[in-house]
């Protein structure tokens, strides 16, 4: 396969697996959730996510025979999927769960704006559908950060520690790929750098807002890794719990 | 030392929710006041009243209605009011709505009546134009 196709694919691949992970993740706050109101919204960003993740591995399949979407998404080996490590960290506290969906879907939100204008043009239209959905996901983060940022002296303290948990996570969003200069160069995609630095423009002033101190990104190591296959001691026990039905019974026709 | 809920659940069996774990009561009126949401189908329709919910302030009561009440059709806009800033009678001033039977004619059944002689007459009408054009069709 040459470089583009090869660019364009592990880009593919990365996106639908964040979006599956984290969608797992928030999905695990159901019926857990601090009050009804907000479990019904989490789960449906949540059902959002792994919807997404699902229309791009059904894209990869068409455009590049991959397997088919649920053996993509539950049967592959740990070291083969390549999500970020903050996708795969464990709900914790509603503040690192809060904070979490904050810092992922801003960039996700400018992922997909600069996807609209790829030179790949499946993408566009799965972008601008997408971003739809998103818009909604930032609102409800960007309401809670706020709020909880600026209300009491616990919540304040809470949401700070969890963001000074979460940003060494969320700057491995970014971790590059080995193909970054062909997908610039096709106009493909813009690159993680130039998303990085959209996306800090866009959180710095929410955060400011919210009275939160955003750490600086130079001072901190960013956990990279997982865009190559190397991940926490989350991902596996994660894979095991959410494949578990699948492979109990792979021959089943419905579960 | 008693034991964790055992559940089919993972989550609730990560919770390690000991099964004699003392539940503290609740204190009266911690719940977030009520928000009534309206919802709009189409664009220029009225907005109708659609159901309530709890919310600590009036964007996260919109951010929780969007989900509650606008995913499942669809929607082209949306209200949230405050419960406690809407204004109604008392109960007990509600009797002032029933009416007194001598008082009948300033009610609109008339009105329905002179809608249904409209409607025959069209219905006529039409039965007229039919019966002529089969009459001219089979000559």
């Given amino acids: ?255 | 030392m008693s034991d964790f809920i055992q559940s089919l659940d993972p989550r609730i069996v990560r919770l390690q929710v000991r099964e004699d774990q003392p539940f503290e009561p609740k204190e009266a009126g911690d719940q977030w006041e009520t928000y009534e949401v309206f919802h709009q189908a189409k664009t220029g329709a009225r907005l109708i009243h659609v159901g309530s919910l709890h919310a600590p302030s009036p964007d996260l009561a919109l951010v929780f209605a969007k989900e509650q009440y606008g995913r499942r059709s669809t929607t082209t806009d949306m209200w949230v009011v405050r419960t406690a800033d809407i204004f109604t009678l008392h109960r007990q001033d509600i009797d002032m709505f029933e009416t007194a039977q001598e008082k009948l004619h300033r009610e609109p059944q008339g009105y329905m009546e002179v809608r249904k002689y409209i409607e025959e007459f069209k219905k006529r009408q039409q039965q007229e134009g039919t019966s002529d054009g089969s009459e001219a069709g089979s000559h």
């Fill in chain 1, 1 to 255: 396969m040459d470089p583009k196709q090869e660019a364009i694919k592990e880009l593919l691949i990365k996106m639908a697996d964040d979006q599956l992970i984290i969608g797992h993740r928030h999905s695990e706050w159901i019926g857990l959730g601090p009050i009804l109101e907000e479990d019904i919204a989490l789960a449906s960003i949540a059902q959002d996510k792994v919807g997404q993740s699902y229309t791009l591995f059904q894209l990869l399949h068409d455009q590049f025979g991959t397997a088919d979407p649920d053996t993509m998404g539950f049967l592959r080996a740990e070291n083969e999927y390549r999500c970020c490590h903050l996708v795969e960290y464990p709900n914790g506290e509603y503040d690192f769960s809060l904070i979490r969906h904050f810092l992922f879907d801003h960039a996700e939100y400018h992922r997909f704006d600069m996807l609209q204008a790829s030179a790949f043009e499946p993408i566009r239209g799965i972008a601008r559908k997408f971003k739809s959905e998103i818009k909604y996901h930032i609102l409800h983060a960007d309401v809670w950060v706020r709020r909880l940022g600026t209300g009491t002296e616990e919540s304040h303290q809470r949401m700070q520690a969890a963001l000074e948990t979460a940003f060494p996570l969320a700057l491995g969003i970014f971790e590059p790929s080995p193909y970054e200069q062909v997908l610039i160069e096709e106009n493909i995609f813009p690159g993680e750098d130039a998303l990085r630095q959209r996306w800090l423009e866009t959180i710095q002033p929410i955060l400011e807002e919210a009275s939160l101190q955003m750490p600086d990104p130079s001072s901190i190591e960013p956990a990279y890794g997982g865009r190559r296959g190397y991940h926490t001691e989350h991902l596996a026990p994660l894979l095991e719990e959410m494949s578990w039905t699948l492979r109990y019974d792979p021959e089943a026709e419905r579960w």
